[in-house]
């Protein structure tokens, strides 16, 4: 249960998680990788492209923040989603 832990022990288990299925992720692209690179290289004498070139798993570009209007707009969807009536008041 997470009623008894604060915000930032939250945000630190929530990061922690996020870490390991970067790591899972990034370990089972290099598997299939692998698969494929012994594969090709057993029948065939062909070039294969490198790890780097075909991983999808990189530097992250900072996400741009959201503006108010993005963030009501966002809110609006859900609630409305949700079955909910959007009321814009102005």
């Known amino acids: 249960m997470f009623w008894h832990l604060t915000l930032r ?4 288990i929530i990061r922690g998680v996020v870490k390991r299925i970067e790591q899972q992720r990034q370990h089972a692209e290099w598997c299939a990788y692998l698969g494929a690179f012994l594969n090709l290289k057993t029948w065939s004498g062909d070039p294969f492209p490198s ?6 798993t990189g530097p992250k570009q900072p996400a741009r ?26």
Do not use: C, P
């Open 9 to 12: 022990e939250i945000d630190l």
């Open 65 to 90: 923040r959201q503006t108010w209007q993005e963030q009501k707009a966002l809110v609006q969807v859900m609630h409305a989603a949700f079955g909910g009536d959007v009321i814009d008041h102005g």
């Open 51 to 56: 790890f780097d070139d075909v991983k999808t």
